[in-house]
């Protein structure tokens, strides 16, 4: 069975300051791999994913991801905090094959607050 | 294109009643998903449809039921609320395939009383 793991539920940086929110999976199998992004009372938006294509991964606002096979993390990070940047942010992960590794399944989430 | 739409945004209910927490998208998904939201708990999923006309349980699918009404529109019941059930709830519709990000609507607030 896959898990993902977050660690840090609450990772606190000054605006301009580097974001490295970590994101470690367990899977028997490379798996598909998500970064979503939660704005207060809202909804969940895709960062970006992993699909195999490349192991370093963009996504929007500035975000990005690398895949580490090795160390089964995918953490993600921007060079430089903005105030807009806080939020909730959750990785996902999912195994290949049909029937119900379609399912996403998630970490527990982490806060990020920004200090201006 | 709405994107994933949910009704209502919010509701109170007290112990012991019912609603359907309605769920609609127009992106042409096959697969439809429901999740509860809880602090500190992630998303944990209920039941999912990977394509019209099936349903299946999720991590979490006790107190709840799920109609794929059309490719459309997948309905969350709950037949008999109990104050367990107070969370955020999300539904997400994907292109039905592993490498495929889900889309989520904005949420219904749930409380139970």
């Known amino acids: 069975a896959q898990s993902v793991t977050q660690l840090g539920s609450h990772v606190s940086v000054s605006e301009g300051a580097l974001v490295l929110l970590r994101c470690n999976y367990s899977s028997s199998v490379p798996p598909y791999l998500f970064w979503y992004v939660q704005y207060p009372n809202q909804g969940l938006q895709l960062l970006l994913k992993?699909?195999?294509?490349?192991?370093l991964v963009k996504g929007i606002n500035g975000f990005e991801a690398e895949f580490k096979k090795s160390e089964t993390s995918f953490h993600l990070t921007k060079p430089s905090a903005h105030m807009s940047d806080a939020a909730e942010y959750f990785c996902?992960?999912?195994?290949?094959?049909?029937?119900?590794?379609?399912?996403?399944?998630f970490g527990k989430g982490t806060l990020l607050t920004v200090n201006p | 294109n709405a994107g994933v739409t949910q009704t209502p945004k919010f509701q109170v209910l007290k112990t012991g009643q019912s609603m359907t927490l309605q769920c609609a998208q127009d992106m042409n998904h096959n697969s439809m998903y429901w999740y509860r939201q809880d602090p500190g708990m992630g998303l944990r999923l209920i039941y999912y449809?990977?394509?019209?006309?099936?349903?299946d349980k999720g991590e979490v699918p006790n107190g709840y039921n799920v109609s794929r009404l059309n490719k459309r529109e997948f309905s969350l019941r709950l037949e008999s609320a109990a104050p367990s059930q107070t969370s955020v709830y999300f539904c997400a519709s994907s292109v039905t395939g592993q490498s495929y990000e889900q889309y989520f609507g904005p949420g219904t607030r749930l409380t139970v009383t």
């Open positions: 449809s990977a394509s019209e006309g099936t349903t």
């Open positions: 992993y699909t195999s294509a490349a192991t």
């Open positions: 996902a992960g999912r195994g290949v094959g049909g029937g119900s590794n379609y399912k996403l399944t």
